[in-house]
């Protein structure tokens, strides 16, 4: 009797799949955030790179593609169609960012077909967005101090 209740146990566990990152049976398709990593602090642009086990490419090429997205909202995502393990920088002008606030998100990724309909591999990361602009870079300190004239007084 307690080998029957395992099994249900096991196979209620089971139908839940929504963060795979591949399609049931493991032979199907799979993709995977490979930066930045769970639990990251980013700042807006960001460094993204996926690798997925499908051929990624414009869609007019009948090729896979990802879509990004944040917080489960795929109704603004950007289109990522090159190359797997490359870098694609996102910008504050990005789809995907419209509406994401600082804060704790999770950032999703999901391998399309070419008629963007899901092709069966999702992948997510939790990550904290920044401020916008808080990785400034020292240059704009220094342009700042050199637009006021130099003071000699002798």
């Given at each position: ?9 096991l196979?209620a ?23 930045p990593t769970?639990?990251?602090?980013i700042?807006?642009?960001?460094t ?6 499908e ?8 090729n ?16 990522i169609?090159?190359?797997n ?15 994401v606030?600082?804060g ?10 070419a008629d963007?309909?899901a092709?069966?591999a ?6 904290t ?5 808080s ?7 220094e ?12």
């Open positions: 009797m307690s080998s029957l209740a395992l099994v249900l146990v196979a566990c089971g139908g839940d799949d929504d963060t795979s990152t591949a399609s049931e049976g493991g032979g199907g398709p799979s993709v995977e955030i490979v930066e769970g639990g990251a602090e700042s807006v642009p960001f993204l790179v996926v690798d997925s086990s051929e990624l490419g414009p869609t007019d090429t009948g896979h593609h990802v879509h990004v997205y944040f917080d489960g909202d795929d109704s603004s995502y950007e289109v169609e090159s190359g393990g490359e870098e694609h920088e996102i910008t504050v002008d990005s789809p995907a960012m419209e509406g606030e600082p704790e998100h999770t950032l999703n990724v999901s391998l399309r077909n963007h309909s092709a069966g999702e992948a997510e990361v939790t990550v967005v920044g401020e916008e602009g990785g400034g870079s020292p240059s704009d300190d342009d700042d101090e050199s637009e006021e004239p130099p003071d000699y007084d002798y």
